[in-house]
């Protein structure tokens, strides 16, 4: 198991233009590709394990996957494969989720598994409201954890209504609904990252959204074509934001971000906490694109109590940012952490208190009371964001990460980067 040892750093101004490109929308390229009869040309796709993964299962239902000079070409099957192995979606609840909702309309059987860690996350979510309009689910524990079974079925029309803001079970239900004559409806309590609302509507799907209701239609012909460049992934940029914002008269300037919305949350926050923030739009193709400057000011602490779908991959590098704030930081409505790529609810709260850092966990949520932080040797518990946000922590204090490998699922290009403001061994 890798371990990395951070030293602390003294002030940087960077200018970083190779983060991570987008995750969230990588995977929907290699997925949504299946829908059309034609190539799709991908530009700086995410090379990292989980959409790798993705990719690899495109191959397996029998898309043909090409790179030529850093673009990514997909020429999707005339019809899906049904393939003789374990789909292995990795670490990855998204591939999974997404693959269930697109799988349950298909003809032919289909296995999805992952790593320890994905499966012991929950599948029911999207699983029952798949088995209600008629899909062949099953799986561990009745059918809530991986590996999961499907047979595909005709599938009916729906109006679902989620309980949970959540990317990934829009996202499955908006793939089965376009493989089902008629319309069905999907409704969130919160809007939930956008990404495939906006994608399959620039590739022709019949998709149109008002109040959080979305409603679907299956199109006559297939979809068109994606031809896209995939912006960088402004939650892998996020560290590099709370690295600036806790080092004082530190700037970074963050290049070709994606801007949705949905996806910059985190960085209000920071502003909200005292840091300069600046958003500089610079393209809106299939999204807003463009940089974001954080420069550091002194840090007051903040209460996170709405919008939480937008801020669930980075609430743990943001309670880095809460540490090193004057006063006690609050998240409350957040037990969507507890189930994911660990509970980070529990994994943040424990670190902190490694680190010399009062905390109160409670079911939904958790108190940060901003002081010194102090060097440790903290887990990773397998957890790409946690194993990342506790190395930024290091520029403050030094650090020892334990089983750091994981961030190779989102981030493989993090270590070289952290290497320019400084030392890691
Ligand atoms: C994602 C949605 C989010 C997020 C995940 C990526 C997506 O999960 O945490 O990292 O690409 O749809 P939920 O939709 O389950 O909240």
Redesign the pocket.
Known sequence: MKTLRIEKTKKFNVEIDDIASD??IS??CAIFSLLSDKISKIRNYLEAEDTLNTLKITELLGAKVEKKDGTIFITPPLKINEPKEVLDCGNS??AM??FMGFLAGVEGFFVLSGDKYLNSRPMKRVGEPLKKIGAKIDGVKNGNFAPISIRGEKLRTFDYESK????????ALILAALNVDGDSFFYEPEL??D??ENMLKTMGADISVENNKIKIKKSKNALKPLDIYVPNDP?SAFFFAVAAAITPNSKVILKNLLLNKTRVEAYKILAKMGTKIEFIEHSNAYESVGDIVVEYAPLKAVEVTENI?WL??ELPALSIAFANANGVSRVRGAK?LRV?ESDRISTVVENLKLCGIKTHEVEDGYDVVGSDMKEAIIDSFGDHRIAMSFAIAGLKCGMQVNDFECINTSFPNFINILKRITKVE
Do not use: F, N, P
């Open positions: 995750k969230s995977h929907r609840g998204t989720r997404l949970i803001s959540s990317a990934q079970v829009k996202s939930s990252r990404h495939s939650s779908s669930i991959d969507e994911k």
